[in-house]
């Protein structure tokens, strides 16, 4: 399948209807398709806007879930600036100035290897990953991706028990009427001003920064050679007449700045003076403005994601359900983790192997997520560059050093803004209903601390091959940790994922792998969901537990019997054979996958 385009080409009929075709959108409709669900994507830009830059990092968690379809190298080649131009974020006088403070490794930026993730972060303008999403869209037999058309709406007086229908018109409003799509599943990720978070009257809560800020791409050829400071994929300015960032777009000369605190301006003239103020270069340096942006941040979460106003026909994705300010980078990042969170959940309940109900839990995990990485966003802007401004700033001598060591101490405070470990890889869902119970995980926005926890993600680590520990993960996962004296049975476990259709791959670790295994996890036996976040642990330390090979000891208290009522847990999964009803035609269980391997 290709691109099409037009509103002659939306079919009456699919399986997840997504309206979108942004980040969320194709990620989510890529997710689908690799388990063979199809979806159709209506997305009203014909071409992708690479003068609007938006979001340039993407983090460890989405650069390795970019990895489990296949995406990740692709997106590394496509990128301007490796990992190894540089992973540093400097604040500066100005691009000639004193350099105040610097953040190295920020947004995971780790040029080397990186262990607590199986990709590490990078730098990439957003219009070029969704380039590399669209194109993969492309390629997919079970897409159908159509530009040159929007969705005017859910209609929720069309909503069956298994089906809703979405309105779709012309992207141009030319006077073509619309068509009705009908589907299983219909999908908001059409971003902020979502019409289908609209249509099923879902508000936004929150609130506004107070000042706007004014983005700017521009060329300029001279520019990199008057950069007294070390690369970084961002600088940050602290001048007294504008402040903000600055950083390159590639090696040829192109370049992004976002001017904070700034009200718009008209002049491409004024706006390249401005930047040449900013960086404090004369004006034998060339600025060629390409295009200008006003933006004000935005911290809003709707009220619900749409489960519960469509009978769980319809979701809302990405910034369809929340808007962050992009200070730490994790709008488009958590709109990829959305997604992810509702693909295995969507292809579970598609496949038979969940009840409907588990859609339910989309909101539950994902919505505090959500709030969590806004007030952090929100705390980060309560510190922008122009807070640090001071006058003396850029003097020269004592008074001067005194000035400068002060604003390098109190930028301490930007921490959390490119160090934000915690967050990317430390959101968690423990204490929500699919999660077997346990303790409260540590958070922090900064430290990451890995725990095998039910909830959290998985805790990373290389095998001694060298390879992730991380499954290709397409069903749950068990790890099993054996060791010399132990073979820890996972009989009743895999008999439940059987009698229930659950792919169930069955991962032993012995050795060196399986010592690693129980220094990182502190559990023998790990229960995982395809989103790789824990479902269970157990342990063969249960006393009421006989270690045995040939499956006896177990009982109810045994961890093969805990973990198999948890895998029931994290998909709701109604008794054996009770099941047939709840599928409509096109929603046949698949044979289990289930596997077993021993590393
Ligand atoms: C200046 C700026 C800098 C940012 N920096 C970062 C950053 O560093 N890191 C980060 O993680 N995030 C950043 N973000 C946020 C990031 O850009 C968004 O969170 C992300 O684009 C959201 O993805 P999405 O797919 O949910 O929505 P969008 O990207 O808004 O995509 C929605 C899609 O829906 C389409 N659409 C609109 N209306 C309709 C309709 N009626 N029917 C069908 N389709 C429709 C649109 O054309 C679009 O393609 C930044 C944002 C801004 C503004």
């Known amino acids: 399948m290709t691109i099409v385009h037009g509103l002659d080409r939306v079919p009456t009929r699919t399986t ?9 959108g194709t990620y989510l409709a890529l997710r689908l398709a690799a388990a063979g669900i199809d979806s159709v994507v209506l997305e009203p830009r014909v071409e992708i806007d690479r003068l609007r830059p938006r979001a340039k990092t993407t983090n460890a968690r989405t650069m390795s879930l970019l990895a489990g379809i296949g995406l990740a190298e692709r997106v590394r080649e496509t990128a301007a600036l490796p990992v190894s131009y540089s992973q540093d974020v400097i604040f500066c006088t100005s691009l000639r100035g004193h350099e105040l403070r610097r953040f190295h490794q920020a947004f995971q930026l780790i040029d080397g290897d990186y262990d607590l993730s199986p990709e590490c972060g990078q730098q990439i303008p957003q219009p070029q990953v969704e380039q590399v999403l669209r194109e993969a869209a492309a390629r997919s037999d079970h897409i159908t991706y159509i530009t040159g058309v929007r969705a005017s709406g859910a209609n929720p007086s069309a909503m069956t028990p298994s089906t809703a229908t979405l309105s779709v018109a012309p992207a141009d409003d030319a006077d073509n009427g619309t068509v009705e799509l009908e589907a299983k599943w219909i999908i908001g990720a059409d971003g902020g001003t979502s019409r289908v978070r609209k249509s099923l009257g879902i508000a936004f809560q929150g609130t506004s920064a107070p000042r706007p800020n004014f983005n700017v791409v521009f060329t300029s050829a001279r520019l990199r050679d008057h950069v007294s400071i070390d690369p ?37 003239a004024e706006v390249a003076a401005t930047i040449r103020t900013m960086a404090g270069v004369g004006p034998d340096v060339d600025i060629e403005v390409l295009a200008t942006d006003s933006w004000t941040a935005r911290m809003l979460l709707a009220d619900s994601y749409g489960g519960r106003e469509s009978n769980g026909r319809v979701f809302l994705v990405g910034d369809a359900a929340h808007l962050n300010p992009p200070w730490g980078g ?20 598609h496949d038979g192997w969940a009840e409907e109900g588990l859609l339910d839990s989309y909101e539950e995990e994902r919505r505090p997520v959500a709030a969590r990485m806004i007030a952090d966003a929100a705390a980060n802007g309560k510190a922008l560059a122009y807070d640090f401004v001071d006058p003396m700033l850029d003097e020269v001598g004592a008074e001067g050093d005194e000035v400068r060591t002060r604003v390098r101490e109190a930028l301490a405070v930007k921490a959390s803004e490119f160090h934000s470990e915690g967050l990317v890889l430390g959101y968690e869902y423990a204490g929500t209903s699919r999660v077997a119970p346990g303790p409260v995980p540590f958070v922090d926005a900064v430290e990451y601390r890995p725990q095998a926890l039910p909830g959290c993600l998985l805790p990373h680590f290389r095998l001694s091959s060298g390879t992730s520990v991380y499954p290709d993960a397409r069903g749950f996962t068990v790890f099993v940790t054996d060791d010399a004296s132990t073979y ?8 439940t994922a059987r009698e229930h259709s ?7 670790l012995s050795g060196t792998d399986a010592e690693a295994a129980r220094e990182h996890w502190g559990a023998e036996l790990v229960l995982v969901r395809p989103d790789l976040h824990i479902a269970a642990t157990a342990s063969a330390a249960a006393e009421s537990y006989d270690v045995a090979a040939d499956g006896a000891g177990t009982d109810d208290a045994s961890p093969d019997a805990v973990l ?7 998909v709701g999964a109604a008794p054996a054979g009770d099941r047939s009803s709840e599928r409509s035609d096109d929603s046949a269980p698949r044979d289990a996958n289930h596997q077993r391997e021993a590393t």
């Open 16 to 24: 997840v209807a997504i309206a979108g075709g942004g980040p969320s």
């Open 488 to 495: 820890l049975a996972t009989e009743a476990l895999e008999r």
């Open 232 to 268: 970084a994929v961002q600088w940050w300015i602290i001048n007294e007449s504008t402040s903000g960032m600055i950083g390159e777009l590639d090696r040829d000369g192109t370049w992004w700045a976002i001017l904070q605190g700034c009200e718009p301006i008209d002049d491409p």
């Open 502 to 508: 659950i792919p169930l791959r069955v991962i032993r």
């Open 330 to 349: 994790h709008g488009f990042n958590t709109c990829i983790s959305d997604a992810e969170n509702l693909a295995w959940k969507l292809i579970a309940v």
């Open 564 to 570: 198999a009522a948890a895998l029931l847990t994290a």
